[in-house]
């Protein structure tokens, strides 16, 4: 329905900041419910930020604790994900993901992905 293209992750100390960004192509960008996924080796996906297309309503993963912060874009179609304070759990595959109806935090509710970016937090 959309292609999704993650890009900045990368490596970084304990403490750090990384931004990441995914940018959208083939459809309207704000007629998608938008969220940040991420996942570690051995774990399941789980639910980093959500972005509700209509509202603009914001929600986090209960571990963020105000770290992150997801924004949109809408000019150039792409939705960030500013992480400060990096932790080493944060450490994993970071996917964008998107649909045009589910707005939640299940991860095989949504009907488009993007290939991810890897971020690694070191102590």
Excluded: H
């Excluded at 924004?71 to 998107?98: F, H, W």
């Amino acid at each position: 329905q959309v292609q999704l293209v993650e890009s900045g992750g990368g490596l970084v100390q304990a403490g750090g900041s990384l931004r990441l960004s995914c940018a959208t192509s083939g459809r309207i960008f704000s007629s998608y419910n938008m969220g940040w996924f991420r996942q570690a080796p051995g774990k399941e996906r789980e639910s980093v930020a959500t972005f509700w297309r209509d509202t603009g309503n914001k929600y986090y993963g209960n571990f963020v604790k105000g770290r992150f912060t997801i924004s949109r874009d809408n000019a150039k179609s792409t939705i960030y994900l500013q992480m400060n304070n990096l932790k080493p759990e944060d450490s994993g595959v970071y996917y964008c993901a998107a649909d045009p109806v589910y707005r939640g935090i299940e991860a095989s509710k949504y009907a488009s992905w993007g290939q991810g970016t890897q971020v690694t937090v070191s102590s």
